[in-house]
């Protein structure tokens, strides 16, 4: 059992692998044989795998190869910014040059507008006592905030975060984010889901894996020049993914910035929050109850 809060235990699926290597058998490798066809099939494939394959059937010869592992990326604290310790933060985005944040935990739960420099809200509304709010996107200016168990997704207008409509999902909502046409969902598992924003129906469902074998506990995302970036929940890693493959094609360990976190506030969580300002090309990542916000840069 892994506890989504220190309130609230969330189940986990037993994290599945993956095995992506097929081994491409050819018939009998050249001239066909009657002979062959009458031998049994056990003795029939050692044969083939030793002279088709050398006997080699770790290779990648005749068969899909196994992704590289994810290549690994550093980063540079830029800039810091203060942020609100109360804030359990689920999601966080940059629009039009403004911060937003959505809150979780049942009677605390918000959508606010955030002044980066005080880190303090300059607009919000409280969710309904009974929601646990997750991940938040903003799409042609309306914000979209997905709720935990809830199985409810709520839209807004941007100006004053009036509720416009409320749509229902047969998943958890963990992580949400949009590549402009479509909302992707993660559910904190190794799936993504693809909504239509206009009616939250289901357009298709991606795997993510990493090095071949499925990923796990994705959660707050964000899509940035044409990757999605999703943190892991409880650990300290940032997954870069190729939503054309679902392949984990970069990963960031923030273990020494999670760190320096911890040793100002010991009451600090998880990382938890990735935002990105098209306009300026600048990245931001804070977590659940953190005392900072940081302006990030990633290594190439």
Known sequence: MILKTGLKAARFP??????????????????????GMKNSIYLFLLVLLASCNGGDTGGNDGGVSVPDPPKTVSYSIVKTYPHDTSSFT???????????????????SKLMKVDMQTGKALQQISLDTKYFGEGVTILNDTVYQLTWQNKVVFAYTLKD?????EFRIDTDGWGLTTNGKELIVSDGTSNLYYYEPSTF???????????????????ELEYIDGFIYANQYQAP?????????GYIVAKTDLTEMWNRVKSIDPEA????????????????????????????????
């Open 14 to 35: 037993i994290t599945e692998r993956l095995t992506l290597r097929h081994i491409a058998i050819p018939y009998f490798c050249g001239e066909s044989s009657t002979t």
């Open 90 to 108: 689920q999601g966080l985005l940059v629009y039009k040059g403004e911060l937003y944040e959505g809150t979780g935990l049942e009677g605390r």
């Open 161 to 165: 975060f009036k509720k416009i409509k």
């Open 201 to 219: 129906r289901l357009l298709r469902t991606q795997a993510v894996t990493e090095g071949g074998s499925l990923s796990y506990n994705l959660n």
């Open 237 to 245: 890693y940032i997954f870069k993914i190729d939503p054309g493959s």
């Open 269 to 300: 969580d998880v990382p938890n929050g990735i935002a990105y300002d098209t306009a300026t090309k600048k990245i931001y990542i804070t977590g659940k109850l953190w005392p900072e916000l940081y302006e990030v840069q990633f290594s190439q």
